[in-house]
């Protein structure tokens, strides 16, 4: 069985329309997890009047973005979790059969990451004939996770806030001799243009960005590679500095975030050992953004 994982938080419109889009591939037969998290647009009332089948989480008050997904991955009851943000659909035709093929042919496979599209509207040519490969990590709007994987690992950090989770877990994925595995022919359409996003949320994911990547070596960059890595991303963020205060204040508030969580990423460092990290930089980095041609 699948479980289809949708989490949520004040996007009614775009929700329903993922819903009406994907849950009659779902239901019945398989499943749908809706986590609303404290909507405040009336989400969870639209969800129960037009998708009754669908399985609603409520939260009274707001959680947070990553806690939300550990909370519906710890709620799946199918085999295989598909994973998808609440403006996000897949679009490619017999995309389940895909899946299970994948996940069969590939035993070790963990995690699909689904190839994805962002964008309002989907090009004219879409089908692309690529054979799947393996990557070193996905993309949270569109993926797939073997439950048993995920139920192997400790659950997405929540204290990173928002982006670096998915590179978090398949670091711990490669620890265990799991694989995250790219799969062309199914793609997910992410109905959104990030020219549209004001530039305070952009200067707002920007920190988090470059916060969540620094984390990220702090836990698992092997011990003799950490300090040079860490003087360079600052060094290369220096770089940009004159003229713009802004990034001044980037860096600056960066510093202190590491400082503030310097005991958390001492006591749950899990650095990669040489020959795990030789087959991280061997591998692929996820494929972010998929453009035609």
């Known amino acids: 069985m699948y479980s289809l994982l949708i989490a949520t938080r004040n996007r009614r419109e775009d929700l329903l329309r993922t819903l009406e889009v994907m849950a009659p591939a779902f239901l019945p037969g398989h499943e749908v997890l809706v986590l609303d998290d404290a909507s405040e647009d009336g989400t969870a009332e639209a969800v129960e009047v037009g998708f009754p089948e669908v399985r609603l989480l409520r939260h009274a008050s707001r959680s947070g973005y990553i806690a939300a997904r ?33 996940f069969e042919a590939h035993p070790r496979c963990g995690v699909a990451a689904l190839r994805i599209f962002w964008g ?9 004939e690529e054979p799947p490969r393996r990557v070193q990590s996905f ?61 305070a949320e952009r200067a707002w994911r920007y920190r988090r960005q470059l916060r969540a990547g620094l984390f990220l070596s702090c836990l698992f960059h092997p011990t003799r590679l950490l300090p040079r890595h860490i003087a360079y991303a600052f060094r290369e963020q220096a770089k940009r500095l004159p003229g713009s205060d802004r990034r001044l204040s980037d860096l600056v508030w960066t510093a202190a975030e590491l400082a503030r969580h310097a005991p958390r990423l001492r006591r749950e460092r899990h650095a990669l050992s040489a020959e795990q990290w030789r087959l991280w930089q061997s591998l692929d980095p996820a494929v972010v953004y998929w453009t035609p041609g």
């Open 70 to 102: 550990n909370e519906l991955l710890a709620a799946a009851r199918g085999e295989l979790a598909i994973s998808l943000d609440d403006d996000a659909e897949i679009a490619s035709p017999g995309s389940l059969d895909r899946i299970a093929e994948l």
């Open 120 to 128: 309002r509207s989907l090009p004219s040519e879409a089908s692309v």
């Open 139 to 199: 993309v949270g709007c569109g993926h797939v996770w073997r439950l048993e994987a995920w139920r192997s690992l400790p659950p997405y950090p929540s204290w990173f806030e928002m982006y670096g989770e998915e590179a978090f877990a398949s670091c711990e994925l490669l620890r265990r001799g799991w694989e995250v595995c790219y799969l062309p022919s199914v793609l997910v359409h992410h109905r959104v243009d990030l020219g549209d996003r004001p530039a």
